[in-house]
């Protein structure tokens, strides 16, 4: 399987915040997940692979070709989803299409009014009329629409409902069933990749803290809940986040069989995303 996307050594600083030393890639045929709490260096990353600010050093390479030499030969090939859209608010929905148009040779007019259509979107209403649902679905029927073969995307479920973001993961999976292509896919909305990635990537103030297969991750860890005798100065170290209250405790092992032996009354359960993003943040363990 070869990589759609490879980010070596990328570091961007700015007032307080930088990211640092950013290295991953991403394989084709694969919805990646990019968690993170906001602030983390989500949005500031998918900027600077894209180009929309600048990095202090490393490389970013898609489809094979170095960002920095083949940058208009690359964006022909992406389809980018940002939060806020980046659209002019006076423009009709038809105006601003004939912008972004044009800057794709492999534009496809047909698909866009098939788009538009099934997101029952009017060519001539103004963008400061759409809510935010509605500019999300606009600015993917635009990003798909050139024949993308990589959606980047930046927070597309944000302050969406459960319908629209239901419409959406599933348009995701439409794209996905051609081969050869990819999302990658920023969010902190972690239930949304519990449903539809491949691939989870977890950064945490500038920095990557894994990059794993999702079902191979949430495989690793488990819930444990048991009695507070259960706690001994060994046995809080297999935990890598301790809840406690006067009645037990609950924690988030990723040393089951070690915990199995050590506490064979406890009772376990399987994490979520979100269980597994929150214990590896730092300062996780209470």
Same mark, same amino acid.
């Given at each position: 399987? &070869? ?14 915040? @930088? ?6 890639? %991403?394989? &084709?045929?694969?919805?990646?997940? *990019? !968690?993170?709490? /906001?602030?983390?260096?989500?949005? =500031? ?7 929309? =600010?600048?990095?202090?050093?490393? /490389? ?19 389809? !980018? ?10 423009? +009709? %929905? @038809?105006?601003?299409?004939? $912008? ?28 400061? =009329? ?8 606009? #600015?993917?029927?635009?990003?798909? +629409? ?5 959606? $980047? ?21 439409? *794209?996905?069933? /051609? ?5 990658? *896919? ?33 495989? +690793? ?16 170290? %297999?935990?890598?986040?301790? +809840?406690?209250? #006067? *009645? ?10 070690? $915990? ?10 399987? =994490? ?5 993003? %929150? ?8």
């Amino acid at each position: 399987m &070869e990589n759609i996307l490879e980010i070596s050594g990328l570091n961007k600083s700015y007032g307080n915040f @930088s990211l640092q030393d950013i290295s991953f890639s %991403l394989p &084709e045929g694969c919805i990646t997940g *990019f !968690i993170g709490i /906001n602030g983390a260096g989500k949005t =500031t990353t998918l900027r600077t692979i894209l180009g929309l =600010t600048s990095k202090s050093s490393g /490389n970013v390479r898609l489809f094979g070709m170095d960002m920095k030499t083949n940058e208009k030969q690359i964006k022909e090939r992406i389809g !980018i989803v940002l939060d806020g859209g980046g659209f002019y608010d006076e423009l +009709s %929905l @038809s105006e601003m299409k004939s $912008i972004v148009a044009s800057a794709y040779k492999s534009w496809d007019e047909t698909k866009y009014r098939i788009y538009l259509d099934r997101f029952s979107l009017g060519p001539k209403q103004k963008i400061n =009329t759409l809510s935010k649902g509605m500019r999300m679905k606009y #600015a993917l029927a635009l990003a798909l +629409s050139h024949k993308a073969e990589l959606l $980047i995307m930046d927070e597309p479920t944000s302050g969406l409902d459960p319908l629209i973001r239901s419409q959406l993961l599933d348009i995701l999976k439409e *794209f996905m069933n /051609n081969g050869g292509r990819g999302v990658f *896919f920023s969010t902190h909305i972690t239930s949304d990749l519990d449903k539809i990635a491949d691939m989870l990537i977890m950064i945490d103030n500038g920095k990557i803290i894994f990059q794993e297969e999702k079902d191979i991750l949430l495989d +690793s860890y488990r819930i444990v809940k048991s009695d507070l005798k259960d706690l001994t100065k060994d046995t809080e170290k %297999l935990f890598v986040n301790i +809840s406690k209250t #006067a *009645f037990g405790f609950t924690g988030i092992t990723n040393q089951l069989e070690d $915990i199995k032996k050590a506490m064979p009354d406890a009772i376990t359960e399987r =994490t979520t995303i979100e269980d597994v993003m %929150l214990c590896n943040i730092k300062g996780g363990k209470k």
